[in-house]
């Protein structure tokens, strides 16, 4: 096998996820080679596509000692610099990148998801710009474009780079998945047919798994728009399936980490321990996702003295990294942190932030799961606040039913047993929390805040220690803090009522999930 019928032979195995016989491929070229800086960016491109990101720096960079100018190496390094939050190395590769090579479109497009990860939507959008008009028909910039554009409420603006995708690719799920977002198809059926036609089985066959899983989802809520509930469940069910089989579902560790978070703080004398100061201010937003998290946050985000972050893994990333093995923490290394005065936890957290450039000293974190995390968030941001977003359990089930996520940590929410279990996971932990820290946590339960937006904002703003301002309930005009996730499309909206038992038109196809929950609540 000549050189490059043995690259082509390593893509493929990549495309398909077979990393180990990929990478022993290309150990024997560089052996062959090992002057070739062409293949040292490519074990590394494999490492970073098998999850080994700090193994495949060594990778990238050995590239680059051999040519300082290999612009691939460069760009895939930055994208593993920001993968692991070493946001100014990553910021100074692609700035590198774009100073020598101002016209390369890969580098400007991932400098444009940098950006748009730090909630930087607006500075996202200029290099995107720049790139379309060196392309204008790149698809890849496209769908960033329709994507930043609904970030920042520009959905007339989506739609446009949207429905151009499907005029160069019909096939292009994502582009439908987007525009399923925006449209509700009570008032608009031409995209509805767009999707159909791909349902045609002589087209679907073309279809990867995860075009179809994007189709599924997009269809399915169409339906659910139209008031047909029966195919809406047919089509999000085959979508739920699909995504299910990318996953491997297993509850047990899930189990073991909230057990183990109970027993560690069973034992901690928390009167004891240190208080921590912080100059800046934490309002952790936290409860089931799809329980009404981004609501919340746009609200305080709206208000003049707090900014939003969005949806950031900081904290959880820091606990694993410092405190877990196998899901069992280290009790030791956590007094030891708390003995310190200037602690790595508070520090590593601060220095993420601070990367976010934010022009106050009040600033939410909208990670939904942080619900796990409510005990370390007392230990070391003791005068954060802390809301607990709640809804009624069906219609929450449902909504993460309905949904793709792109998260990793989102594996148990394709399949309604699953869905039900970490419910009720979820809630036990969060009693737990309650009886500890009750008079620390504010509940804010969406249903009432949809009846009466005015009297509970004013509750959820004054538990954050704030004054009141009419700008709080006007936050679908002010776009100060953009919106990354699959609430991206309600963000926009004023408060709406129609999410509010929603799962009576589900009833008799999510029996049982339904069941589970009536067994609990």
Same mark, same amino acid.
């Given at each position: ?63 680059? &000692? ?150 599924? @989802? ?59 100061? &912080? ?42 990294? @410092? ?139 004054? @538990? ?37 038992? &929603? ?10 999930? @339904? ?7």
């Amino acid at each position: 096998m000549d050189i490059k019928s043995k690259v082509f032979k390593i893509q493929t195995l990549i495309s398909s996820n077979q990393f180990f016989q990929a990478g022993k491929i290309c150990d024997e070229l560089i052996k062959k080679f090992p002057q070739n800086n062409y293949f040292y960016n490519l074990k590394g491109l494999i490492l970073q596509s098998s999850g080994q990101l700090k193994k495949s720096i060594e990778y990238f960079n050995k590239a680059l &000692s051999l040519d300082q100018d290999n612009y691939a190496a460069m760009n895939n390094l930055a994208t593993v610099y920001k993968n692991v939050y070493e946001f100014k190395k990553s910021e100074d590769l692609y700035k590198k990148v774009i100073k020598k090579n101002p016209k390369n479109i890969k580098v400007l497009n991932n400098y444009s998801n940098f950006k748009r990860e730090l909630n930087q939507y607006s500075d996202a959008k200029k290099l995107l710009l720049q790139a379309i008009k060196i392309e204008p028909n790149n698809t890849e910039v496209l769908l960033n474009l329709s994507v930043c554009s609904q970030g920042l409420g520009q959905m007339d603006e989506a739609k446009k780079y949207a429905f151009k995708i499907i005029d160069i690719q019909p096939f292009n799920t994502s582009a439908h998945k987007i525009l399923s977002s925006i449209i509700n198809y009570r008032n608009e059926s031409d995209h509805f047919e767009k999707m159909k036609e791909l349902l045609d089985e002589k087209k679907l066959k073309f279809l990867s798994l995860t075009e179809k899983i994007d189709l599924f @989802f997009a269809v399915g809520k169409a339906y659910e728009d139209m008031k047909d509930f029966k195919n809406a469940y047919n089509y999000l069910s085959k979508a739920n399936l699909l995504q299910k089989q990318n996953n491997n579902v297993d509850l047990t560790n899930i189990r073991k980490l909230f057990k183990n978070l109970i027993k560690l703080f069973d034992t901690l004398q928390l009167k004891d321990l240190p208080k921590f100061k &912080s100059k800046k201010k934490y309002i952790f937003i936290c409860g089931m996702p799809r329980s009404g998290t981004t609501l919340i946050e746009q609200i305080l985000a709206s208000h003049s003295k707090v900014r939003g972050a969005g949806e950031i893994h900081y904290l959880s990333n820091i606990i694993n990294e @410092f405190f877990l093995n196998d899901n069992n923490f280290n009790k030791s290394k956590i007094l030891e942190e708390l003995s310190k005065s200037n602690n790595k936890i508070i520090e590593k957290y601060n220095n993420f932030l601070n990367f976010h450039q934010f022009d106050t000293d009040i600033i939410t974190d909208k990670a939904p799961q942080n619900f796990i995390w409510i005990g370390f968030i007392k230990l070391f941001f003791p005068n954060s606040k802390i809301i607990h977003c709640l809804r009624n359990p069906k219609d929450n089930c449902l909504s993460l039913f309905k949904n793709h996520f792109p998260s990793k940590t989102m594996f148990w929410a394709y399949d309604q047993k699953d869905i039900a279990d970490y419910y009720i996971l979820y809630s036990k932990i969060i009693n737990y929390w309650k009886s500890r820290f009750e008079d620390s946590i504010f509940d804010a339960n969406y249903e009432n805040l949809v009846n009466s937006p005015e009297t509970e904002a004013r509750k959820l703003i004054s @538990f954050c220690d704030l004054t009141w301002e009419p700008e709080c309930l006007q936050f679908y005009q002010n776009k100060k803090t953009p919106v990354q996730t699959v609430s991206v499309s309600q963000a926009n909206k004023p408060i709406y009522k129609s999410s509010v038992n &929603s799962n009576l038109g589900f009833t008799k196809h999510l029996r049982k999930m @339904f069941n589970i929950l009536d067994s609990y609540f």
